[in-house]
């Protein structure tokens, strides 16, 4: 696989207002959660950087 990625780089982590902490807004199966959640994983397959400057590359 490849390298190991950070959640808090990614687009899917966001902050949940209500319970005021991140959540990972994919919806994991049973197998993929329990996965993420032993840390057995060595690169999130569903990972996409969050580039906040990337729709104003588009415009340009």
């Given at each position: 696989?490849?390298?190991k990625t950070s959640c808090d780089c990614c687009s899917n982590y966001?902050?949940?207002e209500e319970y005021e902490y991140y959540v990972c807004e994919v919806n994991l199966d049973?197998?993929?959660?329990?996965r993420f959640?032993?840390?057995?994983?060595?690169?999130?397959?569903?990972?996409?950087?969050?580039d906040e400057y990337q729709i104003v590359r588009k415009q340009m």
């Open positions: 696989m490849g390298t966001v902050y949940d049973e197998d993929e959660m329990m959640m032993t840390s057995n994983v060595q690169s999130c397959p569903y990972f996409r950087l969050d």
